[in-house]
């Protein structure tokens, strides 16, 4: 059996032909599944927003307090008086006991002197060096300042050995108001 070449070519041009003029027509169901696609991706990007904000602030929250902690920290006041006033500073010391300590050095800034009705003499120091004794049932050391000057000031002691090298130290912050 032969077929004709020629019959058989103008059939395929033929249907191509009327393939090229029909549209395409999509599924019914195409642009609902086009548009619940688009919502998803929408869908996935608000979740990742919020799961990104979920992991960050609690980290956020934390470096915020840390951070306003550690501002306190630096800027706050032990205690705070009055400029003028007599101010009995008091450092315990239990904690101080069996650790070799013999002398007990208190350090005060400019502006501020040790007040004594006894010894008026000490108003003038910057520095007293007391002895001190392990057997000695105290609790706290005693220390009476004035300050002339507003501002916050630091009254350090140290707590020294018989050789003079410190033991431990200790700080004290007051702020003085005018």
Same mark, same amino acid.
Request: charged share 25%; glycine share 4%; hydrophobic share 40%.
């Given at each position: 059996?032969?077929?004709?070449?020629?019959? /058989?070519? &103008?059939?395929?041009?033929?249907?191509?032909?009327?393939?090229?003029? *029909?549209?395409?027509?999509?599924?019914? !169901?195409?642009?609902?599944?086009?548009? $619940?696609? *688009?919502?998803?991706?929408?869908?996935?990007?608000? *979740?990742?927003?919020?799961?990104?904000?979920?992991?960050? /602030?609690?980290?956020?929250? &934390?470096? &915020?307090?840390?951070?306003?902690? @550690? $501002?306190? &920290?630096?800027?706050?006041?032990? @205690? /705070? $008086?009055?400029? #003028?006033?007599?101010?009995?500073?008091?450092?315990?010391?239990?904690?101080?006991?069996? =650790?070799?300590?013999?002398?007990?050095? +208190?350090?005060?800034?400019? #502006?501020?002197?040790? !007040?004594?009705?006894? @010894?008026?003499?000490?108003?003038?120091?910057?520095?007293?060096? *007391?002895?001190?004794?392990?057997?000695?049932?105290?609790?706290?050391?005693?220390?009476?300042?004035?300050?002339?000057?507003?501002?916050?000031?630091? +009254?350090? +002691?140290?707590?020294?050995?018989?050789?003079?090298?410190?033991?431990?130290?200790? =700080?004290?912050?007051?702020?003085? /108001?005018?």
């Amino acid at each position: 059996m032969t077929t004709n070449p020629k019959h /058989s070519e &103008l059939d395929v041009r033929r249907i191509l032909g009327a393939a090229r003029d *029909l549209a395409p027509e999509p599924s019914p !169901y195409m642009k609902t599944r086009i548009l $619940a696609e *688009l919502r998803e991706r929408q869908g996935k990007r608000k *979740l990742n927003f919020w799961k990104a904000l979920a992991f960050a /602030s609690p980290a956020l929250s &934390l470096a &915020l307090v840390a951070g306003f902690w @550690y $501002a306190g &920290l630096q800027n706050s006041a032990n @205690y /705070s $008086a009055h400029v #003028g006033d007599h101010v009995l500073v008091r450092v315990e010391v239990e904690q101080l006991k069996d =650790q070799g300590v013999r002398f007990a050095e +208190i350090e005060l800034p400019a #502006g501020v002197s040790f !007040y004594s009705e006894r @010894y008026p003499e000490l108003k003038e120091r910057r520095t007293v060096v *007391l002895a001190w004794n392990d057997q000695m049932d105290v609790s706290h050391l005693p220390v009476v300042i004035q300050s002339q000057a507003a501002g916050a000031k630091q +009254i350090k +002691i140290r707590f020294q050995d018989s050789e003079h090298h410190t033991v431990k130290e200790r =700080q004290v912050t007051i702020r003085f /108001s005018a």
